[in-house]
């Protein structure tokens, strides 16, 4: 006959260690009974009481010759605590924690084992990239695990997670604690700007997210045992405000973000008083962080733009700064932009931005009743806090008068709007420094062109009229020129064609001698304005026409192809200018002055 045997164990089991070279588990209090038949082999375990982890737990267990050991159980009231520091989490992720209760169901079979736990709708904290502030939430989950072959498997059919504003819910499938690796898995996630303090606490200390607005992502998400991400689904934000640099902003926008690229299907966005549309796409969003390349392609659509100087800037040139390697193509177009007084409209522009130099491949533009095209750059120099914006426009038949009244006169009153006619083509190069706020260096800015007048007239030129007073002032003039001539024949000046040099540095615009060919008479023109409004030209009347052409205590008057001519200085201040006559080594001083300054300036163009 066979035998049975029966037998109760009951105490403390500890330093128990299930896989070589693992820590011991944590201690145990159990009571077994153990049951064994000798005719079938068989061999049944049960225990039906014991605390392990701080919670309770109950079993049963079989051995049959056929099937080997099975096992089956439940437990009850396990602290989170006692598990987490177990589970190896990915980055960001530093800790979880929370102080839930785990009760769940367990089976072991052919060298598996299996739980399923059941994680109640409870507060959650997470630490994000070793910061001492925690994000907290509360959670629910479903899970399912397996340990075979020394390995742990995690699913979970179903999730959800709350935190300071952060919704997000989903499936995990196969995800290895040993490895920090899932497989695909669905999530859809949503977030309230106005619930995410913490979030903008950990991530962005100049708070530049929005206050307001929502916005969600839905798709497939996964993570290899490499730490490589890759993503498949589709996002918007709606309504979302903030500010950046005290500049207001509001955002709606839409796409899709997978592995390969971030899409911005539709935008519409607005940036203090500027509002624009447009759409992009950058490359490799998942290996986006702190000091990565940025690479992709922008356009950029917009109805207005407008610039209005500011006292405060709300870009600084640090902003600006992109990561080595970085690349972007963009593209704009715009149908209207002003500048102050400047209106340009239907204009396009394409680019490149990179860390050092951001392109501008090519501009074009319909303004002043002509065109504006060019290309040019800003070359970023950091160890100096400061770049150089370089510009080579071309200006076609834009209208004089209405130049003039764009940009206020350009800050003179001698040479006004209401003087001018003519059309006005030029094309040169021109550089100036932009300091951190982005504010442009007057002192740096140079400038090499070539200009060109058709249609051209000088009506009611107030200076010419002081000339004239100035003569009948200085009777030292009069056997050479009749003042009342010379002013009735300067108040309609149509002249030819004109083309001259124009140089600016040193705060200061430099003409050469220019020589005017005119309905009234033959004029040349030379000297400079300074930014400050301090004024030096030298103008040459011709007396070709004029009664008096005999010799005197300044001797013969010069004949230079244009006839006899006089020379009168303007200097001073362009509000209250100063006459006075001009001699002819005083002429020819300026002339070779004018000669190196121009070679000056090429030589530094050559070299910019």
Known sequence: ESATLLATLEGDVQNVILIHGAEPLPPANLKLMAQWDEGSGGMAIEMPQAIWLEGQWHTEANY????????????????????????????????????????????????????????????????????????????????????????????????????????????????????????????EAKFNAEQLVSWRDLLDSENRWPTQGWGQWTGEIARDARAQWTADGTWNLAQCI???????????????????????????????????????????????????????????????????????????????????????DWALACDRGHYGGWTLNNIEAEGRLEPLVWGLRRFRSETLEGQLSGDGQILFIPQEDRAVVQWHPVATELNLPELFQAFDNFDQSTLRAEHLQGLLTASGSLQFDWNHSLNWQSETFEMLAEARIENGALRQLEAFESIAQYLRENRIMAPLVDPDDLAKRLQNVVFEPLESPLYVAKQSVHLPDVQIRSSAMNISLEGSYAFDGNIDYTLGFAMRDLRNNREDQFGPIEDDGLGQQFFIQMTGNDNSPEYGWDREAQRNHRKSNFQREKELLKSLFKRS
């Open 64 to 187: 049959s010759s056929d099937s080997g050991w099975t096992c089956s159980g439940g437990f009850e009231r396990i602290p989170a605590r006692e598990v987490l520091p177990w589970l190896a989490l990915p980055k960001p992720f530093d800790s979880i924690d929370s102080e839930v209760d785990l009760s769940g169901q367990f089976n072991w079979s052919d060298g598996a084992l299996g739980v399923q736990i059941a994680l109640p709708n409870a507060p959650w904290s997470i630490v994000v990239n070793d910061q001492s502030d925690r994000i907290e939430g509360p959670f629910q989950a479903s899970i399912w695990a397996k340990y075979a072959d020394q390995r742990w498997r995690i699913d979970a059919p179903q999730w959800a997670l709350e935190l300071d504003g952060v919704q997000v819910n989903g499936a995990l499938n196969n995800y290895s604690p040993e490895k920090g690796s899932f497989a695909s898995s669905s999530v």
């Open 242 to 328: 903030g500010s950046q640099n005290g500049t207001p902003y509001r955002i709606e926008a839409n796409g899709t973000l997978n592995t390969n690229a971030l899409t911005i299907e539709q935008s519409k966005i607005a940036w203090g008083k500027q509002s624009f549309t447009g759409t992009a796409v950058f490359k490799d969003p998942l290996d986006w962080k702190s000091g990565n390349p940025l690479r992709g392609q922008v356009d950029i659509q917009m109805e207005s733009w407008s610039y209005q100087e500011t006292a405060e800037s709300p870009v600084l040139l640090t902003d600006l700064e992109l990561p080595t390697g970085s690349r972007i």
